[in-house]
Nanobody, 125 residues
Framework: QAQLVESGGRMVKPGDSLRLSCVAS???????MGWFRQAPGKEREFVAS????????VYTHAVEGRFFISRDDAKNTVLLEMNRLRPEDTAVYYC???????????????????WGQGTQVTVSS
């Protein structure tokens, strides 16, 4: 399993932008990857996922057009660019990875084999 470390979370104001990073510990250790989030008192929910090739991405409806996921395998990194942030985006954001044999993006958390410790994003005026 890949070891994943997220970073970039902090407190911002509504309308601000933020970029989250996730670094995998070993080269070629991940298949498709994704971002999930969990707000206080709520279950973890899907945010975005990207294919192993980077050629296909999927988003939850709530972030479409505002968030963008990308990956740079040369740096073992997956990014989440978040724009026009809203208070309801406040959550702990988790990076998750599928096993290398699974290349397609997915919204199902049970399809992911590895996850990081999370990074807190707070959107408040």
């Amino acid at each position: 399993q890949a070891q994943l470390v997220e970073s970039g979370g902090r407190m911002v104001k509504p309308g601000d932008s933020l970029r989250l990073s996730c670094v995998a510990s070993r080269t070629f250790s991940t298949g498709a990857m994704g971002w999930f989030r969990q707000a206080p008192g709520k279950e973890r929910e899907f945010v975005a996922s990207i294919a192993k090739s980077g050629g296909r991405v999927v988003y939850t409806h709530a972030v479409e057009g505002r968030f963008f996921i990308s990956r740079d395998d040369a740096k073992n990194t997956v990014l989440l660019e978040m724009n026009r942030l809203r208070p309801e985006d406040t959550a702990v954001y988790y990076c998750e990875a599928r096993d290398p044999s699974f290349s397609e993006p997915t919204y199902d958390p049970t399809d992911f084999a590895s996850w990081g410790q999370g990074t807190q994003v707070t959107v408040s005026s």
